[in-house]
Protein backbone atom coordinates (compact mmCIF):
# COMPACT_ATOMS: atom_id res chain seq x y z
CA UNK A 1 0.00 0.00 0.00
CA UNK A 2 3.14 2.06 0.00
CA UNK A 3 3.23 4.75 -2.84
CA UNK A 4 5.24 7.52 -3.27
CA UNK A 5 4.30 9.31 -6.49
CA UNK A 6 7.20 12.17 -7.59
CA UNK A 7 5.89 14.89 -10.31
CA UNK A 8 6.57 18.20 -11.82
CA UNK A 9 9.81 17.13 -13.49
CA UNK A 10 10.48 18.60 -17.00
CA UNK A 11 12.72 20.13 -19.83
CA UNK A 12 13.74 23.77 -18.37
CA UNK A 13 16.44 26.02 -19.47
CA UNK A 14 19.79 27.09 -17.09
CA UNK A 15 18.80 29.65 -14.54
CA UNK A 16 14.99 28.09 -14.45
CA UNK A 17 12.86 26.74 -12.24
CA UNK A 18 11.03 23.48 -11.18
CA UNK A 19 8.66 22.72 -8.06
CA UNK A 20 8.60 18.93 -8.04
CA UNK A 21 6.39 17.28 -5.67
CA UNK A 22 5.99 13.75 -3.95
CA UNK A 23 2.61 12.48 -2.58
CA UNK A 24 2.94 9.87 -0.39
CA UNK A 25 0.97 7.23 1.49
CA UNK A 26 0.38 3.72 3.10
CA UNK A 27 2.47 5.38 6.17
CA UNK A 28 1.86 7.86 8.89
CA UNK A 29 3.73 10.69 6.84
CA UNK A 30 3.70 13.51 9.52
CA UNK A 31 5.85 11.16 12.05
CA UNK A 32 8.54 11.02 9.55
CA UNK A 33 11.75 13.33 8.05
CA UNK A 34 11.43 13.23 4.25
CA UNK A 35 14.25 13.69 1.97
CA UNK A 36 14.83 14.41 -1.71
CA UNK A 37 17.21 12.27 -3.65
CA UNK A 38 18.66 12.19 -7.38
CA UNK A 39 20.31 9.99 -9.94
CA UNK A 40 22.44 11.22 -12.55
CA UNK A 41 23.20 8.66 -15.39
CA UNK A 42 25.93 6.75 -14.35
CA UNK A 43 26.16 7.94 -10.83
CA UNK A 44 24.65 6.40 -7.41
CA UNK A 45 21.79 8.18 -6.04
CA UNK A 46 22.37 10.97 -3.72
CA UNK A 47 20.82 12.70 -0.99
CA UNK A 48 19.70 16.52 -1.65
CA UNK A 49 17.68 17.68 1.07
CA UNK A 50 15.98 16.68 4.30
CA UNK A 51 12.90 18.27 6.24
CA UNK A 52 12.26 17.41 9.65
CA UNK A 53 8.78 16.17 10.96
CA UNK A 54 7.49 19.49 12.10
CA UNK A 55 8.88 21.27 8.79
CA UNK A 56 11.10 23.29 11.45
CA UNK A 57 14.27 22.06 10.24
CA UNK A 58 16.35 21.25 6.75
CA UNK A 59 19.78 20.95 5.33
CA UNK A 60 20.82 20.56 1.90
CA UNK A 61 23.61 19.02 -0.02
CA UNK A 62 26.21 21.44 -0.53
CA UNK A 63 25.82 21.42 -4.66
CA UNK A 64 22.08 22.73 -4.06
CA UNK A 65 22.44 24.97 -0.75
CA UNK A 66 20.86 28.36 -1.53
CA UNK A 67 19.03 27.18 -4.68
CA UNK A 68 16.74 24.49 -3.83
CA UNK A 69 14.12 24.54 -0.82
CA UNK A 70 12.52 21.54 0.46
CA UNK A 71 9.06 22.04 2.45
CA UNK A 72 5.75 19.88 3.65
CA UNK A 73 2.20 19.96 4.26
CA UNK A 74 1.41 17.40 6.47
CA UNK A 75 -2.18 17.36 5.54
CA UNK A 76 -1.83 16.91 1.89
CA UNK A 77 1.20 14.02 2.66
CA UNK A 78 3.14 15.87 0.29
CA UNK A 79 6.42 16.65 0.15
CA UNK A 80 8.24 19.70 -2.11
CA UNK A 81 11.36 20.61 -3.59
CA UNK A 82 11.51 24.29 -5.12
CA UNK A 83 14.63 24.01 -7.48
CA UNK A 84 15.85 27.65 -8.56
CA UNK A 85 18.79 29.11 -10.65
CA UNK A 86 18.61 25.02 -12.15
CA UNK A 87 22.23 24.03 -13.77
CA UNK A 88 22.46 21.55 -16.14
CA UNK A 89 24.67 19.30 -13.35
CA UNK A 90 21.03 19.06 -11.56
CA UNK A 91 19.86 16.68 -14.57
CA UNK A 92 18.71 14.07 -12.97
CA UNK A 93 15.71 11.17 -11.78
CA UNK A 94 14.40 12.84 -8.79
CA UNK A 95 13.03 10.43 -5.57
CA UNK A 96 11.51 11.20 -2.47
CA UNK A 97 11.46 8.59 0.50
CA UNK A 98 11.10 8.64 4.43
CA UNK A 99 14.70 7.52 5.17
CA UNK A 100 14.10 6.78 8.77
CA UNK A 101 10.68 4.60 8.40
CA UNK A 102 11.92 1.48 6.67
CA UNK A 103 9.69 1.68 3.73
CA UNK A 104 12.12 -0.33 1.19
CA UNK A 105 10.16 1.27 -1.45
CA UNK A 106 10.99 3.83 -4.08
CA UNK A 107 8.91 5.60 -6.85
CA UNK A 108 9.43 5.66 -10.61
CA UNK A 109 10.56 9.35 -9.55
CA UNK A 110 10.35 12.10 -12.51
CA UNK A 111 12.84 13.39 -14.56
CA UNK A 112 14.30 17.29 -14.28
CA UNK A 113 16.40 17.91 -17.93
CA UNK A 114 18.42 21.42 -17.72
CA UNK A 115 19.61 21.72 -21.22
CA UNK A 116 19.59 25.27 -23.66
Known amino acids: QVQLVESGGGLVQPGGSLRLSCAAS????????MSWYRQAPGKERELVATITTPGGSTNYADSVKGRFTISRDNAKNTVYLQMNSLKPEDTAVYYCNAPYANLRYWGQGTQVTVSS
Open 26 to 33: GFTFSSYR
